[in-house]
């Protein structure tokens, strides 16, 4: 029973190391900008990349895009002045009155998306996705998920000092030892 507990806890704290390790290289890779992430919400993209997949993409020159290159870019879904980030299939390049655009579509579409994507748009090219896992880190980006991230890195190791230093004393919690001088 001992040996299970201690295989157990050493299993639990290589898990919780190595999944720290991996959530703060991902942090720094995004912050630097050497590799962005972002969550597929569609499936404009299915079968290559479904929904809910973690994206990377890596910066990249936007003149030197080839057709069927998977490309990151800020566009207006809604019409509402608020741009979005989307990932689909380079199409081609469009120039109209000296300014350079690119056109996009979706997997297994003829037609071209209606947006004309400037290179202040662009955001990069698709680098690698990790499935399945979009929903976990939306909510770990989440306030309540931050707030979970913060009392685990705080409570979990105050829970387990806490047990370790009770369970290698004697005394139960409640009973206390005075010293006396010999009443």
């Known amino acids: 029973m001992i040996k299970n507990k201690k295989f157990i806890n050493i299993t639990l704290t290589i898990f919780f190391v190595v999944f720290s390790v991996i959530i703060i290289l991902l942090l720094i890779f995004n912050l630097t900008g050497k590799l962005k992430y972002y969550v597929v919400m569609t499936d404009s993209m299915y079968p290559v990349i479904s929904t809910n997949s973690l994206v990377y993409t890596k910066a990249y020159d ?81 306030p309540l998920g931050i707030v979970n991230i913060i009392l685990g890195i705080i409570v979990f190791p105050l829970i387990s000092a806490f047990n370790y230093n009770f369970k290698t004393q004697k005394l139960p919690l409640y009973e206390f030892r005075f010293k006396t001088n010999g009443i």
């Open 62 to 142: 936007f003149n030197q895009l080839k057709e069927g290159d998977i490309i990151s870019f800020y566009a207006d879904v809604n019409l509402d002045t608020k741009k979005e980030v989307i990932i689909h299939y380079f199409d081609s390049y469009e120039k109209i009155n000296d300014e350079v655009f690119i056109r996009t579509k979706k997997i297994d579409s003829k037609n071209l998306d209606s947006w004309k994507i400037t290179k202040n748009d662009f955001i990069g090219i698709y680098f690698f996705k990790v499935p399945k896992i979009g929903k976990l880190i939306r909510y770990l980006i989440s």
